[in-house]
C-alpha cells in the first residue's frame, strides 16, 4: 500500500478534466482546499463560519467566497479569500489542481473548489467576523467509509445529494461534503494511491 504524497495528489488532479458549470443565474465563488503534511499524515484544513456572515452561517466549509470585480480569476478570488479569512499568505499556497463546479443548493452559487498544499505548522489569523475557528481532519479519516454518510439532510431539503463527514463530534455537510467526496473518489480511482 502506498502512501498518498503531494506529487500524487498533484498528478491525479493534473489528468482530471474539470467539469465547468455555466449558469448566469449562479453568482460565482471560489474555495480552497489547503492540504497539509502533519507527522507524516495529509490533513485538510476546514473552517467554522460565524454566526455573521449571511449564508451558511455555523457551517463547516473551506476558506472562500464571492468573485469580486478585482479578482483576475477564480483562483485568484480563492487566494484572496484564504487571505482574508485565515491569513494564509499566497506565497505559502502551492496550487495542485481544481475539482468540479460544484453548485450550492440555497444560497445560489457556483464553487470553483482549488485544493492546495501549505505549509505546517502554520500561524493563521482567522477574520472572527467570518471564522469562528478552524480544523483538520486527516484525509484518512475522510476515506474512511465509516466516517462517511449519505442521506444527510439537516434543512430537510432534498434538492441534492445528502452526503456528510463526521469527525470527532464535526459535521461536514452540503456543498463542503460533495467537494471532499469527490476528492476523495478522485484519490481512489487510481487503485495504487491509497492512503
Excluded at 498518498?4 to 474539470?18: P, R, S
Excluded at 465547468?20 to 449562479?26: A, F, G, Q, T, W
Aim: charged share 25%; hydrophobic share 35%.
Amino acid at each position: 500500500m502506498l502512501k498518498v504524497t503531494k506529487e500524487k495528489i498533484a498528478q491525479v488532479l493534473h489528468n482530471y478534466q474539470k467539469k465547468k458549470i455555466s449558469n448566469e443565474n449562479l453568482k460565482p465563488s471560489a474555495v480552497l482546499i489547503p492540504i497539509f503534511c502533519k507527522e507524516g499524515e495529509y490533513h485538510i484544513l476546514f473552517i467554522k463560519r460565524s454566526q455573521g456572515v449571511n449564508f451558511h452561517k455555523g457551517q463547516f466549509a473551506f476558506p472562500g467566497g464571492n468573485h469580486e470585480l478585482h479578482d483576475s480569476n477564480l483562483r485568484q478570488t480563492a487566494l484572496r479569500e484564504a487571505k482574508e479569512e485565515i491569513g494564509l499568505a499566497t506565497k505559502d499556497v502551492e496550487i495542485l489542481g481544481e475539482l468540479d463546479d460544484c453548485p450550492t443548493l440555497g444560497s445560489g452559487y457556483v464553487i470553483s473548489p482549488f485544493v492546495a498544499f501549505i505549509p505546517y505548522p502554520y500561524h493563521f489569523q482567522l477574520d472572527s467576523k467570518e471564522v469562528e475557528e478552524f480544523f483538520s481532519v486527516p484525509l484518512s479519516a475522510l476515506m474512511n467509509e465509516s466516517n462517511f454518510r449519505q442521506d444527510y439532510y439537516p434543512t430537510g431539503d432534498k434538492a441534492g445529494p445528502g452526503y456528510a463527514y463526521e469527525y470527532e463530534g464535526k459535521i461536514i455537510w452540503g456543498a463542503t461534503a460533495r467537494i471532499v467526496k469527490q476528492l476523495i473518489e478522485l484519490l481512489r480511482s487510481v487503485s495504487k494511491y491509497r492512503i
